[in-house]
C-alpha cells in the first residue's frame, strides 16, 4: 500500500477519535462484498480490529493498542498476525528446481531440503516482479510464498512460463494453497508459546529452515522465518484449523503475546530495514540496486539463466547507478516520494517508505539515492512538503535483527 500502512493506521485512529466515523468509514472501508475475507475475520473483529482494504481483503490494520504498542510490545514480547491474505503454492516435480531457477535469482539447487531463502522473480529487463520466500522441501517439491498484492500477476507469470516449460518436456506441476491460512507468529516469545503445541523440538529448527509437523493437532508448514526483525515463525494451517490455532498460541502466551494488524507489521519491516513491495521495490528496480545482491547464489552469478540476467549480471561487475539506503532524519517523518537533495540542494533521489520508529522513538526511512551518495554518514535534505530538513544516511537494518541461528 503505498504511502505507509503506518499513517493510514494513524489517519484512521484520529477519525475515529474526532467522532468523525461516517467521514472515516466513507474513506477507508469497501463495500463488504468487495472484500475477501481470512477465516479469522470474525475473530479480528471481535478483538477491536480496524478492518480496512488491501490488496482486495478486509484486514486489520490495528486493535485496540496503538500502533507504537503494538511495535513495542513484539519486540517486547510478541505479535500474532493473520498473513492468509498472502498466496501460498507448491511446485512439485523432478524438473520444479530447474524451471523455478528460469524465474528468480536464488541457488535453489543449492539449497538443502528443508531449508530456504529470500528471492526475487526477476522480468526481462532485471527489474523486480516480486520478492518471495522459497523453500525446497526435497528435490521435487518447492513450497514457496508470494505478495498478496502481486498475486495475481505472480500466477500468471509463473502459468506462462510453466506451459512453455512444460510444452518442452519438463516436468512441473502447481498447487495453490487457498485452502490453507497462513499465521506469522513473531517476538522473543514466539518459540516458548509455540513450542506448548508441539512435540517437535524448535531449537533445532534454525532461522530459514522448515517443517511439516503436528501443531495443535493439526498438520502443518512451519518456516522460522518472518517480517519484522524478531525471531518468529510463519505456520500454515487447514483454514478450518486456523481459528483453533491462532486461540491456542494467544492462551499459551498468557496475554503477552497479542493480535497485531498491518499497521505494525509496517514499522516492524521497516526497523528491520526490510523491503515492502509496490514502496522499495518494482518493476523497474533490479535486486543489486535493492540492496539483495546477497541473494543471488554464486552459481548463478557464474552462469545467470534467469530472466534480466544480463543487466544484473552487468550492474554487478560494473555497479549499479542508483542503491537503496536508510536515513535518519529530522523534522516530521519522511513518506514514500519524498524527495532526497545533496547539501547543494541537487535531487539526489527518492524516499520509498518512512516514519517514526516506536523502538527508537526517532525517524527513519529508507529510499534511493545516486551511487557515490550511498555512503553511511552522507548528509541530505529530505524534502517534505517543500521545507528541507535534515538527514544521514545510515547503515540498515535500524534496529538490531534477532534471527535464531546456529
Known sequence: MRGG???LGQSITRRLANGDKKAAARRYFSAEA?????VLYDFHVAHGGKMVPFAGWSMPIQYKDSIMDSTLNCRENGSLFDVSHMCGLSLKGKDSVAFLE????ADVAGLAPGTGSLTVFTNEKGGAIDDSVITKVSDDHIYLVVNAGCRDKDLAHIEEHMKAFKAK??????HIHDERSLLALQGPLAAPVL????????S????GEFRVLDINGSQCFLTRTGYTGEDGFEISVASENALDLAKALLEKSEGKIRLTGLGARDSLRLEAGLCLYGNDMEQHITPIEAGLTWAIGKRRRAEGGFLGAEVILKQLADGPTIRRVGFFSSGPPPRSHSEIQDEGGNIIGEVTSGGFSPCLKKNIAMGYVKSGLHKAGTK?????RGKAN??????MPFVPTKYYKP
Open 5 to 7: 500502512l503506518w499513517q
Open 34 to 38: 468487495e472484500l475477501k475475507k481470512t
Open 102 to 105: 528460469k524465474l528468480v535469482i
Open 169 to 174: 518436456g519438463g516436468d512441473v506441476s502447481w
Open 195 to 202: 513450542q506448548h503445541l508441539t512435540k517437535e523440538d524448535l
Open 204 to 207: 533445532k529448527l534454525y532461522f
Open 380 to 384: 541530505v535534505k529530505i524534502i517534505i
Open 390 to 395: 535534515e538527514g544521514v544516511v545510515t547503515k
